[in-house]
């Protein structure tokens, strides 16, 4: 007969906290209990309520046998060979800390809404000491443009010796592994996950390693000063939530797609006749496609109980303030279910899915803040970042009298030349000499406006006109269109031969060759470009010219926030300048160069 002691746990637990104000009786566990096993098969090898764990702390366990089910690649059931799956559900108590280890089994949400996760910071001055090595890192951006790069994720012996600190403070840490000394450790920070690899646990051995655990957490210090110093910071949601505006929201879709294509699960809609019916892979992808994007208008509708958020075709999802977090609400999701998801973990609505797992990111008219995981995060390195941003900024004064962006007109119709006053014209004139071959690029499938090519060296120019003065919203336009092109400054030998009959032609319907240079062919200049792509010295360059943006004007303004010098405009300027690090950020995570050339 199998004794508790017989039982093996590893030193991989989530950790919680109860939320002030909140606590657990009896009654809630044996509750839970029930809750967790529901719909398992009974007749558990264990069944253990608040029993006594040592050094003040209890523990709570069962041991289940889940459901008999078919392999998942057989076509239909045969008597005998379904599968019996072994879970277990235990659960910790020391003091105020909850500590959760499952397989097949879920929190009950009468128990997680008493919950909150370990706060990030302590988590992080938890496991991470002066001489940590940091083995792999986990990072979410705090960017919300369509083109920015979403996540990236980092491997190394040691990651301090690897990682460039520019911009990282645009990123906050999802997960982490390194080592101290010879003690490995991994802290997954969404779910306030602990995993210190240090063997095999009885229950009793873990409820001390908890009580270890939560003795550290109450005698820490500072969060010593490492490589994870240096991203984003975590600040107190529920203290501020009231004040916060919110400007903009983007929801990730790489969860969905996981479960799509690699869990094979399945999606059902239900209509409002309450009709059910699986959805294709084809609908699925569309679908995907609609909602993964950045919505950048939010509508504010007051109501009795405050202010409501809305975003979307017909504001379609709320932005749902509480003070226990931020909930996206959509009644089309809400309609469609998930099934067949691995252990079940995933499996229920589309809604529930996007907020149980913080699938998404709430930006406010604080531009330095970011909402994800019930936490905000700060870019705390966003101006002390300014003195490298202003190297990016280059004034040409030929930009102080353009009138337009290309000519003078509706139509380039047997046009010869780009307009004397022009965004185009400047370009031209200022850099065209500086490159063997210059190519304009301008139309559909564009990669940029122009294009230079030189030795080891090839740049894009992203041109625009705009008629106003410092505009947040038309740097967001010109910024976003460079940032989606950055991959096609090194093609692939195929991508660059398709491009040779469109080049080789006029600009639309004018008298303009695209191939604007005097010397050589399109064939010369994609030959050279390829070699360029070959070479290990090659440089390349994203360059906006924009003549919307005062150098004078911007520079001395960015000096003046570096300096805590009060601004006009300030939320404005923050906008512009949280849009000049995004830009700066994508070119330098591609290994490009960023310029920005504008008014003087």
């Known amino acids: 007969m199998m004794n508790l002691s017989d039982l093996r746990f590893t030193e991989c637990a989530n950790f919680y906290k109860l939320k002030d104000g909140c606590s657990l009786t009896d009654a809630n566990i044996h509750s839970m209990m029930v809750e967790v096993t529901k719909g398992k098969m009974r007749g558990y090898l264990f069944d253990k309520v608040r029993e006594d764990g040592g050094n003040g702390t209890r523990f709570s366990l069962r041991v289940f046998k889940y459901k008999t089910d078919r392999p998942n690649f057989f076509n239909h059931p045969e008597p005998g060979w379904e599968e019996i799956r072994i879970g277990f559900y235990l659960f910790i108590e020391c003091d105020r800390y909850v500590v959760v280890l499952k397989r097949y089994a879920n929190i009950p949400k009468a128990i997680n809404d008493k919950l909150e996760n370990v706060d990030y910071s302590t988590l992080m001055a938890l496991e991470t000491k002066p001489d940590s090595v940091f083995k792999k890192l986990s990072m979410q951006n705090l960017d919300g443009s369509d083109y920015a790069m979403r996540n990236k994720t980092y491997e190394s012996l040691d990651l301090s010796s690897n990682i460039s600190t520019i911009g990282v403070s645009r990123y906050f840490v999802r997960s982490v592994k390194g080592n101290n000394g010879n003690d490995r450790f991994s802290l997954t920070l969404n779910s306030s996950r602990i995993n210190e690899f240090k063997g095999d646990l009885t229950v009793r051995d873990l409820c001390g390693w908890v009580r270890a655990k939560v003795n550290e957490i109450g005698a820490l210090g500072a969060m010593p000063d490492t490589l994870l110093s240096a991203f984003a910071k975590p600040e107190k949601y529920g203290a501020v939530y009231r004040a916060l505006q919110p400007s903009s929201l983007l929801i990730f879709y790489g969860l969905i797609v996981t479960l799509k294509d690699e869990h094979q699960a399945q999606f ?123 190297k990016v900024l280059k004034p040409i004064t030929a930009l102080n009298g353009t009138q337009y962006e290309k000519y003078n007109g509706l139509s380039p119709r047997g046009l010869r030349a780009w307009g004397p006053d022009s965004v185009f014209q400047v370009v031209e004139n200022t850099f065209m000499p500086q490159y063997t071959y210059f190519i304009c690029d301008d139309y559909k499938e564009e990669w940029a406006d122009h294009i230079g090519i030189g030795p080891d060296k090839v740049s894009f120019f992203v041109s625009k006109h705009k008629s106003s003065n410092d505009s947040a919203s038309d740097f967001q336009d010109v910024v976003g269109q460079a940032l989606k092109d950055l991959g096609n400054l090194s093609p692939s030998a195929g991508q660059l031969n398709a491009k040779a009959a469109g080049w080789s032609g006029l600009y639309l319907t004018s008298n303009m060759p695209r191939f604007r240079s005097h010397v050589g062919t399109v064939r010369d200049a994609i030959t050279l470009w390829g070699n360029n792509v070959m070479s290990p010295n090659y440089e390349r360059e994203m360059c906006l010219v924009v003549d919307f943006l005062s150098y004078r004007t911007f520079s001395l303004q960015l000096t003046d926030i570096a300096n805590n010098v009060p601004v006009a405009h300030e939320a404005s300027l923050f906008q512009r300048l949280w849009i000049l690090s995004s830009f700066v950020n994508g070119c330098l995570e591609c290994g490009v160069k960023p310029v920005i050339y504008c008014k003087d």
């Open 268 to 390: 059902f809609h239900t209509n409002s006749q309450g009709q059910r019916k699986q959805i294709d892979d084809l609908v699925l992808d569309k679908y995907i496609d609609s909602i993964a994007r950045a919505y950048t208008s939010v509508q504010v509708v007051a109501k009795g109980d405050g202010d409501h958020y809305y975003v979307g075709q017909n504001n379609a999802i709320e932005i749902r303030k509480t003070q226990a977090g931020i909930r996206l609400m959509n009644k089309t999701w809400r309609n469609i279910e998930i099934e067949g998801t691995q252990d079940g973990e995933y499996d229920g609505d589309l809604q529930s899915l996007i907020n149980g797992n913080h699938q998404f990111n709430v930006y406010f008219t604080d531009k330095e803040l970011v909402y994800n995981n019930r936490m905000l995060f700060r870019d705390a390195r966003l101006t002390a970042s300014i003195p490298q941003f202003l």
